[in-house]
């Protein structure tokens, strides 16, 4: 009889021996320990037969050299990354990701988060992620399409429609998308299914631009029905300016919210009129230009320059975190308490630390992990997958619909899943131990592979 506290324990000091130097990754790997053990106290077979050590360990990691030629017909060189984690729910799928920060615990500990949230979807994903350290910021078009093309001259041995299905990810949208999938195409031929996030002229979805922002409201919006409340009224603040937090707001202020505030990496813009959503597209979708250019076109917004929005004083309610990992610490942690929030709700993925989701829970403040709270965009990434399967596309509303179906029934599943093993609303126990349940199960009736 395996003593389960001390498997967890055994297994958690050999991945912190073997991958001490990747913060990222081992922060991603300790949340998950912290809450699996009450499920694996009464599912001992899973403890029995290793499985939980084996889901820490990607089945494949792929690193390459991503040579490409800048405008000055300078030769540069870039690492590209492709973590192939887990398949047993289906091929690997997940974003890449192009940001200076990339690096192997970054792709790691998302490709590790993507498992479970593919999981959390219900649908037939395994979980996947990649990336570059190249940064796209003040780059040309003819730089990046350069770059893209040479990351997938190499990415594209290791993909396909039935094995791995890559997506964007911060610094990958649709213009990325683009140049990757020409690539792709004259190597291979056209194969629409390999990426998703595709522009709509050659199968890409409707609502997948807007499917992460619009699904982690929805999931709030679910959690708030469940006592009788709703987004009406409720002030909100954003962090990020990119694509999960501008459909985040347009869907909150669609539905009532009036939202405050938003950032990037500069710094972060209040509007005490509320932020103009149509002027943040433009200012970042279109011109792709830095948020104080919003605070110089709005007669009562602030812009707070190199400034975390976490640490602003300021009362409100809902806090959706939608830049990037670590972005709240305990010391914003205790700002949000004191600005008297009641939801943290990630669109992002693990923008908060692990004392800081422990200070914010211990506080009563209802927590929601990005791996169930920013599924929609995986889970319509899926959905993309099954229009190009049949070769059918489907109306926005028809996508909407499932989204919003998707992410009622895995905000229930997690709530209901904390309720039976850990305690009332620790959505992080619940997403985690619904997600590894499903992983697991199929994990053990597939063998050792
Ligand atoms: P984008 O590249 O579109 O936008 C990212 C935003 O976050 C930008 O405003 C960017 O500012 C800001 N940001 C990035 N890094 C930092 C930093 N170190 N400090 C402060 N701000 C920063 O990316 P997405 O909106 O697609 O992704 C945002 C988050 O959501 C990521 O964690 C991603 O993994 C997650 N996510 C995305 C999904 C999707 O479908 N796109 C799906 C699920 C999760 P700046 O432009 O100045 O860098």
């Not at 922002?213 to 603040?237: E, N, P």
Request: net charge negative; hydrophobic share 40%.
């Amino acid at each position: 009889m395996v003593n389960v506290k001390e498997y967890l324990q055994n297994i958690k000091e050999k991945t912190h021996h073997n991958y001490g130097h990747q913060v990222e990754f081992l922060q991603a790997i300790d949340e998950f320990l912290e809450t699996i053990y009450p499920f694996l106290e009464v599912n001992p077979i899973y403890v029995e037969k290793n499985i939980l050590e084996m889901v820490l360990l990607p089945e494949r990691l792929i690193e390459f050299r991503v040579p490409w030629m800048n405008d000055s017909n300078e030769w540069k060189v870039n690492t590209g990354y492709r973590v192939q984690y887990n398949s047993a729910m289906g091929p690997y799928k997940g974003g890449l990701r192009f940001h200076p920060s990339v690096n192997q615990s970054i792709i790691k500990f998302l490709g590790f988060e993507q498992i479970f949230k593919n999981a959390l979807t219900s649908l037939p994903i395994g979980g996947g992620k990649g990336g570059s350290d190249f940064d796209p910021k003040g780059k040309s078009d003819g730089e990046i399409m350069r770059f893209c093309q040479s990351f997938m001259q190499e990415l594209q041995k290791h993909i396909g429609a039935d094995t791995d299905v890559p997506a964007g990810d911060i610094g990958v949208g649709g213009r990325e998308i683009g140049y990757l999938f020409g690539e792709f195409k004259r190597l291979n031929g056209y194969q629409a299914g390999v990426l998703t996030g595709k522009p709509l002229a050659y199968w890409g979805s409707l609502a997948r631009t807007e499917a992460t922002g619009y699904g982690l409201v929805y999931f709030v919006q679910h959690l708030l029905a469940d006592s009788k409340d709703s987004f009406k009224g409720k002030k909100v603040m954003v962090s990020g300016s990119g694509n999960v937090a501008i459909y985040a707001i347009q869907k909150a202020q669609s539905l009532g919210a009036l939202v405050y505030g938003c950032s990037d990496s500069s710094g972060y813009v209040i509007d005490t009129d509320g932020i103009d959503v149509n002027l943040l597209k433009k200012i970042k979708e279109v011109k792709r230009e830095r948020i104080s250019v919003y605070a110089n076109q709005r007669p009562n917004a602030v812009f707070y320059k190199n400034e975390n929005i976490w640490n602003h004083e300021m009362e409100y309610d809902i806090a959706l975190p939608c830049a990037t990992q670590n972005e709240i610490y305990e010391l914003q942690a205790q700002k949000l308490i004191d600005n008297g929030i009641k939801i943290v709700a990630e669109g992002a993925n693990m923008p908060t630390t692990l004392p800081a989701t422990e200070l914010l829970r211990k506080e009563g403040i209802v927590y929601c992990p990005g791996k169930a709270s920013n599924a929609g965009g995986v889970a319509v990434s899926a959905l993309e997958m099954a229009q190009n399967s049949q070769r059918q596309p489907w109306s926005f509303d028809h996508v909407d619909a499932e989204l919003d179906k998707i992410m009622k029934n895995i905000y229930e599943n997690c709530r209901d899943t904390a309720m039976e093993y850990a305690e009332p609303m620790n959505l992080m126990a619940g997403a985690n131990i619904a997600g590894f349940e499903r992983v697991a199960a199929a994990m053990l009736s597939q063998g050792l592979v």
